[in-house]
Nanobody, 114 residues
Framework: QVQLVESGGGLVQPGGSLRLSCAASRSIFIIDRMGWYRQAPGKQRELVATITSGSTNYADSVKGRFTISRDNAKNTVYLQMNSLNPEDTAVYYC?????????WGQGTQVTVSS
C-alpha cells in the first residue's frame, strides 16, 4: 500500500511562489496518472493538475501558473506554484487520478495572504 506525504506549504504573499513535494513510500512508477488536489475551507476537494508519463493537464484556474512534475526514481511528485493569489489558499494533497480512497495523506497547507 502506497503512503503519501505532502510537504512544502506555507504562508506566502500574493505573487509569490512555492514548490510542493509529494513523497511516496513505495514506487509510484506503476501509477500512470498522479494528481495534485486542493481543498479550500468550506469547499469540496478539487483537482488541480495531473501528470502521466507523457502529458500534463491543469485546471483552468491554475493554467500557466502551476507546473506538475514527477521523479519516478525518487518516488516524488512536485507542484511548482507561481503567481499565487489568495484564491489558491487551501490544503494541497496528492493522489492517483482517479484518486485511491485510502491513501490520502495529511496534505500541506498553502496560505496566500499579505
Amino acid at each position: 500500500q502506497v503512503q503519501l506525504v505532502e510537504s512544502g506549504g506555507g504562508l506566502v504573499q500574493p505573487g509569490g511562489s512555492l514548490r510542493l513535494s509529494c513523497a511516496a513510500s513505495r514506487s509510484i512508477f506503476i501509477i500512470d496518472r498522479m494528481g495534485w488536489y486542493r481543498q479550500a475551507p468550506g469547499k469540496q476537494r478539487e483537482l488541480v493538475a495531473t501528470i502521466t508519463s507523457g502529458s500534463t493537464n491543469y485546471a483552468d484556474s491554475v493554467k500557466g501558473r502551476f507546473t506538475i512534475s514527477r521523479d519516478n526514481a525518487k518516488n516524488t511528485v512536485y507542484l511548482q506554484m507561481n503567481s499565487l493569489n489568495p484564491e489558491d489558499t487551501a490544503v494541497y494533497y496528492c493522489n492517483a487520478h482517479p484518486p485511491i480512497r485510502n491513501i490520502w495523506g495529511q496534505g500541506t497547507q498553502v496560505t496566500v495572504s499579505s
